[in-house]
């Protein structure tokens, strides 16, 4: 069955810690790959968005993603986190023809210690 | 640009009453919108697709006599909730795209509540 999965359910990292936020999906053709993030009670926030080319993207907040075609994964990565960076984050991807709606990960919801 | 207004961002109601919620495109056309509901703790899921001038496309499963969606114009989606019961209560989000560009944007998201 076509899906997205985000492996981990809760992440924790210390402040000025690394971070990667795994993604994976499961298209025939490789679709267009989102990461969202959402603050609690909030709506969702672009951070970056690959539709092709450099499989490297780079998006907001410091964050990247690395397209991997043969592991058809999507990871999210920063490599020092900060307090505000506590929040869900989501995986999505809009499978075929853009203007599809999107399937969303469960999402990996992050927490930062002091 | 690509901005997504939603109002209101937080309803209580009562049960038994209908329930109002509106997404507008601020600076760009969106022929097709898209509603979403967050349950506490879990991913979105899409509830129907709204395309301007024609009838919703609702997903299994999800009542289109109870949610009601309307696109009258190419920058407003409305999403009535019917008759509302405490089990309606939930998270409601609409999303729309200004192109390929710009990806898709979401707004911030209604808490509803009914009592």
């Known amino acids: 069955a076509q899906s997205v999965t985000q492996p981990d359910i809760h992440i924790t990292v210390s402040e000025g810690a690394s971070l990667e936020l795994r993604c994976n999906y499961s298209?025939?053709?490789?679709?267009?790959l989102f990461w969202y993030v959402q603050s609690p009670g909030q709506g969702l926030q672009l951070l970056l968005k690959?539709?092709?080319?450099?499989?490297l993207v780079q998006g907001i907040k410091g964050f990247e993603a690395e397209f991997k075609r043969s592991q058809s994964s999507f990871n999210l990565r920063k490599p020092s986190v900060h307090w505000s960076d506590a929040a869900e984050y989501f995986c999505?991807?809009?499978?075929?023809?853009?203007?599809?709606?999107?399937?969303f990960g469960p999402g990996t919801r992050l927490s930062v210690l002091p | 640009g690509a901005v997504v207004s939603q109002h209101p961002s937080r309803v209580i109601c009562k049960s038994g009453t209908s329930v109002k919620i509106e997404c507008r495109s601020l600076?760009?056309?969106?022929?097709?919108m898209f509603w979403y509901r967050q349950f506490p703790k879990k991913s979105l899921m899409l509830m129907a697709t709204?395309?301007?001038?024609?009838?919703?496309?609702?997903e299994q499963g999800v009542e289109k006599d109870k949610f009601l969606i309307n696109h009258a114009s190419l920058t407003l989606s409305t999403l009535t909730v019917t008759s509302a019961h405490p089990e309606d209560s939930s998270f409601y989000i609409c999303?729309?795209?200004?192109?390929?560009?710009?990806?898709?944007?979401f707004g911030s998201g209604t808490r509803l509540t009914v009592v």
């Open positions: 999303s729309a795209s200004a192109g390929l560009d710009y990806g898709y944007t």
């Open positions: 298209y025939g053709a490789t679709p267009y």
């Open positions: 690959y539709f092709s080319g450099d499989t």
């Open positions: 999505a991807v809009v499978p075929d023809n853009y203007g599809q709606n999107f399937v």
């Open positions: 600076d760009f056309q969106a022929t097709t």
């Open positions: 709204s395309n301007e001038g024609s009838k919703a496309t609702y």
